[in-house]
């Protein structure tokens, strides 16, 4: 069905004070939506406390229900106010508003002392509201760029590095004995793993002198493999922050990561 010119300016209006950052209204929003996700997510870890709860559940209770229909009517509104619903639903922080609302609906059905467990752990996915944040700092919009941008050099560098842990691994496994906790090569692979970056757990150790040799060789190496993800998304943020993304979002799809410039959306296709 075709909406009218009034509720596509309802629509617009609705999008402009919940998606853009860069409007009075929007600003107004961001704000107190992120102090709304910070008090939910407090009353949760407030709820977590034995002795707290015992004293206050009721009260805690009632702030997780206030904050849970708060979050559902802005989902509902985020909905309304795309040309899209879909592409929002099932968007990354679609999926997050989701789960920051779903269980305590989902506790609702289980009352009963059996499923106590089951509403503890879908409990714990109400800490998913805090992911919610991150939508709303224009440094971390570039920061996910950076890292989409750097995610192919990134999986090269992990390819390579386990290919490396493979073969440092079957070679500890050589040179030791058993006795020594290299008992298979899964196990020696785990060893150099925790060599090569430098954790060192220390429950196996090599102890003839050529393996100590290699584990220094390993050693050595992890500091110079650390520095390469680091390096790699540097230069990724470097030109993330050159290209001067807009906080735009689009009206149809949502999606946000515009140049500053841009008239339609890279996503989509509508006008921005």
């Given amino acids: 069905m075709k909406e009218n010119g009034t509720q596509r300016r309802w629509r617009l209006k609705v999008h402009e004070v919940i ?22 997510v407090l009353l949760v870890m407030l709820d977590s406390v034995s002795s707290i709860q015992e ?31 879909t592409a929002y639903a099932t968007s990354f922080f679609g999926v997050v508003d989701l789960l920051a609302i779903l269980p305590t609906y989902l506790s609702y059905f289980f009352p009963g002392a059996q499923y106590l467990l089951v509403i503890r752990i879908l409990r714990v996915l109400r800490i998913f509201r805090i992911l919610k944040l ?10 996910i760029q950076a890292l989409r941008a750097s995610m192919r050099k990134i999986i090269v560098f992990l390819f390579t590095v386990l290919t490396l842990v493979t073969i440092f691994g079957a070679l500890i496994y050589l040179i030791e004995e058993p006795k020594h906790g290299f008992t298979s090569i899964p196990k020696s692979i785990y060893w150099s793993i925790v060599t ?60 946000e990561g515009h140049d500053k410039d841009a008239k339609f959306c890279k996503y989509c296709g509508s006008r921005l």
Wanted: hydrophobic share 50%; glycine share 8%; charged share 10%.
């Fill in 19 to 40: 998606f853009e950052a860069d409007t009075p209204a929007g600003k107004w929003f961001d704000v107190l939506l992120i102090l709304a996700i910070l008090t939910s």
């Fill in 55 to 85: 004293m206050y559940g009721q009260v805690l209770l009632a702030g997780e229900w206030f904050f849970t229909i708060l979050f559902t009517v802005e989902y509902l509104l985020r909905l309304l106010s795309v040309g899209r619903p």
């Fill in 196 to 255: 090569l970056t430098t954790v060192g757990y220390g429950d196996i150790s090599p102890q003839t002198i050529l393996g100590q040799l290699l584990s220094s060789v390993i050693m050595i190496l992890g500091y110079g493999i650390i520095a390469v993800p680091t390096g790699i998304v540097t230069v990724e943020l470097a030109q993330a922050f050159k290209r001067q993304i807009s906080t735009q979002a689009c009206p149809e799809c949502s999606a």
């Fill in 134 to 143: 991150v939508q709303y700092l224009g440094e971390a919009r570039l920061l």
